[in-house]
């Protein structure tokens, strides 16, 4: 991931045509955007904008092999370079606006990338400086005398002119103070227990299982970071899968106090090594199993680190769920059952062998990725990077972060775009929320807050069927991202392939492995799924 002030070229177009831009004639994919406020605030970062207007020297994060190619970006020169098509030609020229310039916006060093926190503080306190002729009420300026505020009943901590337009009483909060998540008054554990006969009858559909090793003391990771990105407001709630806990519920109840406001979760007490409590939870017919270990492992074999994680993912993929179809549609209930607990717009058949059924492991030991795939033929000594099962997403270490603080070193912004991609969103108000440790408030529907919920999200889109389907037979992944982005505003970013694509024997799994960013003449199959920035759709939309 680089970054790359753009040429005067670009100046004046949308984001879609500079993206289709640079990736049909630069052979570069173009993630992103910074935006400066027209109030001369901090810069922000802007994932796939829609219709506003890029100015002068505006800079854009790209995904690209080397910093040689991401140069292209400022060196593109529509006078020059409109007729040539070898991307490689694409050089400084000697046209005026090049002339006062360079190159590229130096790498900010890391003691300034220190030092920004500390310029937002002071600019912060001189702000409020200014302010201070101002009357104060809840920590906001007002324009209301300070004779009224004393004498006055106590008024809400909002604008005043939005104020006088809300019924507190008959409004729900729905999201939290920021807007950038879901969010529902406190409840305490015991609401949220289901036994296994509770779990069974509920038929859950959809949903994600967290296999949760942990002893009542073992150290808190903290699930709430796991929770909240599948609680992000650019959800519609009805799109909200739940999230079924199987654990220990003494160690839960330590962690509890950071969920509790997060909706759809339930927890059940009890074993990941259980079939009874896999099946209970209808493990075959979750959208995603997680396995984590909360447990410090033992200093004397590091081998034994993930054995339970290990044991747990083996487990499941022995299992067969070869009579639970049927018994879905035979429940009278079941359909309410599922409205209550996730997305029900897709209510199909679980896999009937439990090797296909969709999980990821997190691995302590690196080395240990070679027991979890029984059909791997991989050398264990292969990188981890380089094994089947993190290619196909069933695997993850916490030395994958490794290479994300080295890009950080380099390239300060790189975080914070992964982190809003991975997070659903953060914000400087929210980031001091949690660091104070007040957990998730409750706030009520604004217009301000509201529009945060208008931001991209990752999404994947199918080409068996939909709108993109006619582009999953034999087109060219060029054709697929500019038919995206003009026809619905979507960035495609990558695919996700069979593994045995070109099988259709017996022996061809439902394994898939991400190819990010492929070239513009990769072929595409009709089993390909497509990695997408989407936009948040206002109406209630159930496409995923």
Partial sequence: MYTETLSPSFSGMTFSQASELCFVKLKLLLLAIEVKPIDGGDTKISINPQSSKMPANTVGFFIAQ?????????????ACHEDVKDENLIKKCKCKHLANKTGATPATPFSAALSKPLLNIKNSVMAKEENGSKPVMNGRPTNKPADQQKNGKMEVGIADDQAKDFDFAK??????????????????????????????????????????????????????NLVMPLRASNFHYHELKH???????????????????????????????????????????????????????????????????????????????????????????????????????????GPIYGTNVPMITELVNDSNVQFLDQDDDDDPDTELYLTQPFACGTAFAVSVLDSLMSTTYFNQNALTLIRSLITGGATPELEIILAEGAGLRGGYSTPDTL????????GQISLSDGPLATFGEGRKYQDLFVASLRNYGMLCIGLYRLRDAALTTVDATSKRYVITNPPFDFGLLPTDQVFVFIHWNKRQSTSQ
């Fill in 66 to 78: 080397s910093a040689e190619e991401v140069k292209r970006a400022w060196f593109y020169c529509k």
């Fill in 171 to 224: 409004t729900e909060m729905k999201y939290d103070s920021t807007g950038m998540f879901h969010w529902t008054p406190a409840r305490s554990i015991e609401d949220c227990i289901l036994d296994r006969n509770q779990a069974a009858m509920t038929v859950l559909n959809g949903h994600v299982v967290v296999c949760l090793f942990a002893d009542p003391d073992s150290p808190l990771i903290g699930l709430r």
């Fill in 243 to 349: 999230v079924v806990i199987v654990g220990a519920v003494d160690y839960l109840r330590r962690e509890w106090k950071t969920l509790q406001n997060l909706p759809k979760i339930s927890v059940l007490n009890g074993s990941p090594l259980s079939r009874a409590d896999l099946r209970a939870v209808n493990v075959n017919l979750c959208d995603m199993c997680v396995i984590l270990s909360a447990k410090v492992p033992s200093n004397d074999d590091p081998t034994l680190a993930d054995k339970e994680a290990i044991l747990a993912s083996l487990n499941i993929k022995a299992m067969t769920f070869g009579d639970i179809i049927t018994n879905i549609e035979s429940m009278g209930d079941s359909k309410d059952a599922l409205n209550n607990m996730g997305d029900t717009t897709v209510k199909r058949p």
């Fill in 451 to 458: 529009s945060h919920r208008d931001r991209c999200r990752v």
